[in-house]
């Protein structure tokens, strides 16, 4: 299979090309770093730049599929300047892509990223696919604009699309776990406000497979990007804290402190989504990784042998 994605620097993005690689599929990658375009026979770099409208359409060349993971992270402040960047890199990324297909493609599936940030902040709703209300937040207000776009693509093409709302991801190469790692080999790792709310992860493995599984399958909707069993703040963080060794010394961090000294950005933290993965198993993917205390060993322990292979 040929398959094109967007975002393939990105912490999903490199887990599903190391995947596609694997298993022997041709990726064709969209950049906006020209020093970073490849010409391997498995790995083609195209150009494009979604804020200029530009793109290498030979980049839908015998393309079987397209995944798209496109948009500006969320981890730095948010500004009225980030905000606008955060928003604008994710529906302006679809609308090229959306015109930009030629009419005599041969896709079959197509596959994007979205999030389960569009869920409202809740300690008791148990959120399906299917769900009406969305958050008025910030995030909340991205992921719909996002959705409507993708849903545009699979109006204008004949081919099914997949929308993929992800939770908090686990891996060894960085992201959130990256930072909680971080803080909690500082002995600075603490529980957020209560502590109560859900935390609906899934392991980079599962995420990146689960991506690869919609397009094998052609499948088409909205999908839960999140493992079976969400888990409370408070188990996230002891369990991270007895996988490292080091134990939690400070008092739990209120949310008005945190929402004191980060703003908005302070609903990454202790918002609460406990979020469903039942639609996407009845579709017939097998979990990897269904618990978390397994799901934090492994990444650690990846981390761990990363590293000893850079000191060797």
Known sequence: MRIL??????????????????????????????????????????????????????CFSNVDAIINLAGESIAAPWTLFRKKKILNSRVRSLELLNKSIPKNHKIKAFATASAIGIYPHSFTNYYEEDEKEFSNDFLGTVVQSWEREAQNIKENHRFPVAIIRTGLVLSESGGALGKMRGMTAKYLGTVIGSGEQWVSWIQIHDIASIYLFCIDNQLDG???????????????????????????VLPAVPVVLLKLFIGERASLLWGSQRVSSKKIEEQGYDFYYTNLKPALKDALSQEKSQLLEELA
């Open 5 to 58: 994605i967007a975002g393939a620097s990105g912490l999903i993005g490199q887990q599903i090309t190391k995947l596609c690689h694997h298993r022997g599929d041709v990726v064709h990658f969209l950049t906006t770093d020209k020093s970073k375009l490849s010409n391997q026979d498995n790995y083609k770099g195209f150009y494009w730049n979604p804020a200029k409208n530009d793109i290498d359409i030979e």
């Open 222 to 248: 909205i999908y839960n990007g999140v493992a079976p069993n969400p888990v409370s703040n408070l188990k996230l963080t002891r369990e991270l804290a007895c996988a490292m060794g080091k134990p939690i």
